[in-house]
T-cell receptor, first 116, second 116 residues
Framework: DTAVSQTPKYLVTQMGNDKSIKCEQN?????MYWYKQDSKKFLKIMFS???????INETVPNRFSPKSPDKAHLNLHINSLELGDSAVYFC???????????????FGEGSRLTVL | AQSVAQPEDQVNVAEGNPLTVKCTYS??????LFWYVQYPNRGLQFLLK??????LVKGSYGFEAEFNKSQTSFHLKKPSALVSDSALYFC??????????????FGRGTQLTVWP
């Protein structure tokens, strides 16, 4: 039983296309995240949602739009894909409990996006 | 500004020898500190964390880390390395204790190679 699952695992597409990555967690956590890992393995937070409310929006282009239909799901939609969007996108979740959580994140396996 | 430094891009050790992967941080207040491991084409796996209390924390797979407040360091250690420990290791800090932000700042990662 995968705790944090993301689909698809691999995504190859042309510049200018629109694509989505889906994420689901079955841990009962109240907070979910999207992180981007670039070609040099650097990890940077993109978005964070707590109980479906956007908490962190880290200077990400407007072409990226997260959507959280419920606490267990956080999807990422990307419009007008650019070459620089090629990266591995990780979904993660944690239990924050209104500030009482200890902050360890549980990560999905990643979605490797390649823009040609 | 919050930052995490992993001064070594690579650490190479022989199997059976002790290993250390270094991490220093610069954040305000009293942060939570974490170590994660990433195997090739996989997501990040939580290894251990420091919240408060004993400066030496023990985690998964025989790893431990020592928190040193005066040196703002959180080095990862293992007394006897295994070939299977070879992976990419990330140090991370969470500066905003007690908030719902759950933001982690990651170091750039250290590639650990353990040779037989």
């Amino acid at each position: 039983d995968t705790a944090v699952s993301q689909t698809p695992k691999y995504l190859v597409t042309q510049m200018g296309n629109d694509k989505s990555i889906k994420c689901e967690q079955n841990l009962g956590h109240d907070t979910m995240y999207w992180y981007k890992q670039d070609s040099k393995k650097f990890l940077k937070i993109m978005f964070s949602y707590n109980n479906k409310e956007l908490i962190i929006n880290e200077t990400v282009p407007n072409r990226f739009s997260p959507k959280s239909p419920d606490k267990a799901h956080l999807n990422l939609h990307i419009n007008s894909l650019e070459l620089g969007d090629s990266a591995v996108y990780f979904c993660a979740s944690s239990q924050e409990q209104g500030g009482q959580g200890t902050g360890e994140l549980f990560f999905g396996e990643g979605s490797r996006l390649t823009v040609l | 500004a919050q930052s995490v430094a992993q001064p070594e891009d690579q650490v190479n050790v022989a199997e059976g020898n002790p290993l250390t992967v270094k991490c220093t941080y610069s954040v305000s207040g009293n942060p939570y500190l974490f170590w994660y491991v990433q195997y090739p084409n996989r997501g990040l796996q939580f290894l251990l964390k420091y919240i408060t209390g004993d400066n030496l924390v023990k985690g998964s797979y025989g790893f431990e880390a020592e928190f040193n407040k005066s040196q703002t360091s959180f080095h990862l250690k293992k007394p006897s390395a295994l070939v299977s420990d070879s992976a990419l290791y990330f140090c991370a800090v969470r500066p905003d204790r007690g908030s719902t932000l759950g933001r982690l700042y990651f170091g750039r990662g250290t590639q650990l190679t353990v040779w037989p």
